[in-house]
């Protein structure tokens, strides 16, 4: 079934890049879109971006100097880094697949905390 | 960026009542291909989202039909009949019509 998993470190410090990585199971990346949305603790969901099945890229433009997403298919791994982190980037970062090539997000990872603090 | 305006922020409802959720877009959410990308969310307290509604009036797999969608255009709803205690958490509407993405403020449905 389809499965997705967030991991990454808890811990940045301001300035720095956050490095995240998204591990899927139950589909090909080659044929499936990842994005990653992102929730400040207590407030709502914000869409950061995504890689399509072509390995293109599409980026909210509030992000997109900072943002990057790459993969690695053979190793079913999509990967989220942004740089000159800040502390109001303290979030849960989910990364989610739309459902059977359809516009909209069916399957989410339980996401990872990221908490930016010196 | 299109903006969603979810209203209520919160919702105060007794067991077995009805819940409606209005989400308002800033622009008409109908793309070009003639669908309307527009989709509802439920996340519970500690979970990730989960979907409840997709492409305004369809309810997704394993979902009861006590949740209901209906709109058009700029101007959407969402009822939840019969409320259930699994159902208390924080809706989101999420457009995914133009770029980027965007999602509701949110409304929390809470027990009376």
């Known amino acids: 079934q389809v499965q997705l998993k967030e991991s990454g470190p808890g811990l940045v410090q301001p300035s720095q890049t956050l490095s995240l990585t998204c591990t899927v199971s139950?589909?090909?990346?080659?044929?499936?879109?990842v994005h990653w949305v992102r929730q400040p603790p207590g407030k709502g969901l914000e869409w950061m971006g995504g890689?399509?099945?072509?390995?293109?890229?599409d980026y909210n433009s509030a992000l997109k100097s900072r943002l990057s997403i790459s993969r690695d298919t053979s190793k079913s791994q999509v990967f989220l880094k942004m740089n000159s982190l800040q502390t109001d980037d303290t979030a849960i970062y989910f990364c989610?697949?739309?459902?059977?090539?359809?516009?909209?997000?069916?399957?989410w990872g339980q996401g990872t905390l990221v908490t930016v603090s010196s | 960026d299109v903006v969603l305006t979810q209203t209520p922020v919160s919702l105060l409802i007794s067991l077995g009542g009805q819940a409606s959720i209005s989400c308002r877009s800033s622009q008409s959410l109908v793309h070009s291909n003639g669908n309307t990308y527009l989709h509802w969310y439920l996340q519970k307290p500690g979970q990730s989202p989960q979907l409840l509604i997709y492409q305004v009036s369809n309810r997704f797999s394993g979902i009861p039909d006590r949740f209901s969608g209906s709109g058009s255009g700029t101007d959407f709803t969402l009822k939840i009949s019969r409320v259930e205690p699994e159902d208390l958490g924080v809706y989101y509407c999420l457009q995914r019509t133009h770029n980027p993405d965007t999602f509701g403020a949110g409304t929390k449905l809470e027990l009376k």
């Open positions: 139950g589909f090909s990346l080659t044929s499936n879109s």
């Open positions: 989610t697949k739309p459902y059977s090539g359809f516009n909209w997000f069916a399957y």
């Open positions: 890689i399509w099945g072509d390995g293109s890229t």
